[in-house]
């Protein structure tokens, strides 16, 4: 997940390879986007389980 993240922001993000250290547009844009990939993460993470507990209430889980 980490790979991902960093992989996926800094593409997203960092376009200016004349200075070493990011300028201030990018380290705001990568901020943001770990900022909204650890939410939606999050977010899947509470769908995921809402579902399995619909899913064991029902009898649907567990080989019944």
């Given at each position: 997940?980490?790979?991902?993240?960093?992989?996926?922001?800094?593409?997203?993000?960092?376009?200016?390879?004349?200075?070493?250290?990011?300028i201030s547009r990018e380290?705001?844009?990568?901020?943001?986007?770990?900022?909204?990939?650890?939410?939606?993460?999050?977010?899947?993470?509470?769908?995921?389980?809402?579902?399995?507990?619909?899913?064991?209430?029902?009898?649907?889980?567990?080989?019944?």
């Amino acid at each position: 997940m980490y790979s991902k993240l960093v992989q996926r922001c800094f593409d997203h993000c960092v376009n200016d390879f004349t200075t070493k250290s990011l300028i201030s547009r990018e380290e705001s844009c990568v901020m943001k986007c770990v900022d909204k990939y650890m939410r939606s993460n999050e977010r899947i993470g509470e769908r995921f389980q809402e579902q399995n507990a619909a899913m064991m209430q029902a009898g649907n889980i567990g080989g019944r």
